[in-house]
């Protein structure tokens, strides 16, 4: 039987870009590219224009106690809310930008568990490393889970030369699921890594099954 979901065989001689522009740039950049790309009956397309947002590469890390079984989330406003007319504080996983060369991915995660939720990870374990939205946005993301005490975790959170406002609760996994479900929990990447805890849980306690980064 074949394998329909072997990725296709292409490479970056299968697009041919033709321009790019930046036609923004402050907190994130916008970029204009025309481009052409190899169809799937083995023609080339005709050119095709898109605006690119881009933010940079993201990490994003569930912090999970696994001798109490709890996760920890943070709350805060996000301003896409203002486009859909919704008061829109999220409950997401703690997450942040590589802002620089000199960290790595597991070094961020570190850093902004501290920062957003007061929560020193022990082992981190790669989940994937996706792209968030690839319609428009160029957004990779980092996605972790964590070992961590969450005894001590909580409160109010976050930088203030950064205008943060952060809430960190920690609640117990299944909580955390009957949230995704029920629609307290809005952020995809949030409901995908409990979900992923979820399927992983058993034979991560099992077997210690982390890589530690």
Same mark, same amino acid.
Request: charge should be negative; glycine fraction near 6%.
């Given at each position: ?20 522009? #930046?036609?923004?740039?402050? /907190?994130?950049t ?13 023609? /080339? *397309?005709?050119?095709?224009?898109r ?31 203002? #486009?859909?007319?919704?008061?829109? /504080?999220?409950?997401e ?5 590589? @802002? ?20 020193t ?11 968030? *939205?690839?319609?428009? /946005?160029?957004?990779? *993301?980092?996605?972790?889970?964590a070992? $961590?005490?969450?005894s001590?975790v ?13 809430r $960190? #609760? ?7 699921m009957?949230?995704?479900? @029920?629609?307290?929990i ?11 805890? $979820?399927?992983n ?13």
């Amino acid at each position: 039987m074949p394998k329909k979901l072997e990725p296709s065989k292409r490479t970056l001689e299968d697009v041919d870009v033709i321009s790019r522009e #930046v036609v923004f740039k402050e /907190w994130s950049t916008v970029e204009k590219a025309t481009f052409r790309h190899k169809r799937f009956d083995g023609t /080339w *397309s005709a050119p095709v224009t898109r605006e690119l947002h881009y933010v940079g590469e993201v990490v994003n890390v569930l912090a999970w106690d696994p001798s109490t079984d709890y996760v920890v989330l943070v709350e805060q406003y996000r301003p896409p809310g203002i #486009v859909h007319n919704e008061a829109s /504080w999220l409950f997401e996983c703690i997450a942040g930008l590589i @802002d620089t060369d000199n960290e790595t991915p597991a070094d961020v995660a570190r850093r902004e568990a501290e920062e957003e939720a007061g929560c020193t990870l022990h082992d981190l374990q790669l989940i994937s490393h996706l792209y968030t *939205s690839p319609g428009a /946005w160029t957004e990779k *993301s980092y996605l972790f889970l964590a070992q $961590a005490d969450l005894s001590n975790v909580g409160g109010l959170h976050g930088l203030e030369h950064e205008q943060e406002d952060i809430r $960190a #609760v920690t609640v117990p996994h299944e909580e955390a699921m009957r949230a995704a479900n @029920d629609g307290r929990i809005r952020d995809a990447k949030t409901i995908l890594m409990l979900q992923w805890l $979820a399927l992983n849980k058993e034979k991560l306690l099992k077997t210690d099954g982390f890589k530690i980064l």
